[in-house]
């Protein structure tokens, strides 16, 4: 059960963010992502419609299942194929931070917050994506190809942990800022409070505890939250 509302910068002292769709965006002004179909295409799969394409890049629904329903391939194959494509050259093409991000992660370090970023973009996108930022980040883990985290993957809390742990802090004094019920379940399971940056005005699962929502990054500094975990 989430408590009465208090302002975030008063009450957390450190800001773990989801890095992908949620500090930057990657747009395609067709809509369709090329790096997918292109992967879709070279195993004889077959591309429905942009909203496919979509769905599976914003990471909708569980990706093995989405992979061998709507793709029908075998995401064991699929996905190792997909980050060949998905190289950080023809990601950099295509990506920029999110309106206003900077600026608020900037505020929050002017209070003394510490930042970090934990994403399951592999380490080479992840290094180029935050380099866009033009923020130092106190920690930046990928859990893609970690020897550390086989198999504990978000939503797994050991990744939240981790971080937890190496930077000091206690879980009832962060949050983890995310775009996904997978971002929510990685926070919930960890019991670290989660607030959904809700950009693209979809929902949530209604089992997902939230502790706040917003939609645009010029809204963070004066966030009100309702701590879930204490």
Not at 37 to 64: N, S
Not at 186 to 208: H, M, P, Q, T
């Amino acid at each position: 059960m989430c408590n009465q509302r208090v302002l975030l910068r008063e009450s957390k002292d450190l800001i773990i963010c989801d890095l992908d769709m949620t500090l930057v965006e990657t747009v395609f002004e067709t809509g369709i992502y090329p790096s997918i179909v292109a992967t879709i295409k070279e195993q004889g799969g077959t591309v429905l419609d942009i909203d496919i394409t979509r769905d599976f890049w914003y990471m909708k629904y569980d990706w093995d299942t989405f992979i061998r329903e709507r793709f029908g391939l075998d995401p064991a194959v699929f996905l190792p194929a997909f980050r060949l494509h998905d190289t950080p050259e023809f990601r950099m093409q295509h990506t920029r931070p999110f309106p206003h991000v900077i600026g608020a992660l900037r505020k929050m370090q002017t209070l003394r917050k510490l930042l970090a970023i934990i994403t399951f973009a592999k380490p080479n996108i992840a290094d180029m994506e935050v380099a866009l930022l033009k923020i130092r980040f106190d920690e930046v883990l990928s859990l893609n190809d970690n020897s550390n985290f086989l198999g504990k993957n978000k939503p797994h809390p050991a990744g939240m942990q981790h971080v937890l742990e190496k930077l000091g802090i206690t879980k009832e004094r962060a949050v983890y800022v995310g775009d996904s019920n997978s971002d929510g379940k990685f926070a919930n399971n960890a019991e670290v409070d989660f607030v959904y940056f809700n950009e693209r005005g979809d929902s949530l699962k209604s089992d997902i505890q939230v502790a706040a929502t917003f939609s645009d990054w010029s809204a963070f500094p004066d966030l009100e939250i309702k701590p879930c975990f204490q």
